[in-house]
């Protein structure tokens, strides 16, 4: 799949890592470094901007070395882009440690999953089929 994309960053184009790779690394575009405190949130822009085909969004999410050796995730995990989205690709960054983290600029900072979805069609009805799980959630199913 094709997507048009404008890179105003000072980086390459985002790439895979691997053949197999199912995401791709978000680097940050910054003028200088980011301190992010603990518990601290700030929103990093990447300098890139996409148009994505319909029935098609790009999923940014967490790089786990990132979030396993610092702490540091993305906020609104899975954050969306949306297919008729326009603007820059930024990320919501938060140090989830007990220690300050510097964002230094071409630091890779998230990964992003293009997917596709779908639209949902409501049909608003008084009762919905049963199943065997039923009502049953968070935990409902126990411990194994």
Excluded at 114 to 126: D, F, I, L, N, T
């Amino acid at each position: 799949m094709k997507i048009q994309i404008i890179n105003r960053s000072r980086h390459p184009l985002p790439q895979y890592a691997t053949e197999l790779s199912a995401g791709v690394d978000l680097r940050a575009n910054i003028d200088a470094p980011i301190e992010l405190r603990p518990m601290e949130r700030h929103l990093i822009p990447t300098g890139l901007f996409i148009a994505l085909p319909p029935g098609f969004e790009a999923q940014v999410r967490p790089r786990s070395g990132l979030a396993i050796k610092h702490g540091i995730t993305v906020l609104n995990t899975p954050g969306t882009i949306d297919a008729d989205y326009r603007g820059e690709v930024c990320v919501i960054l938060v140090n989830l440690s007990n220690e300050p983290f510097m964002i230094a600029d071409g630091e890779r900072i998230a990964q992003m999953v293009v997917a596709r979805h779908e639209q949902a069609e409501w049909e608003q009805v008084e009762v919905l089929p049963e199943t065997d799980r039923g009502a049953g959630g968070f935990g409902h199913s126990g411990k194994k």
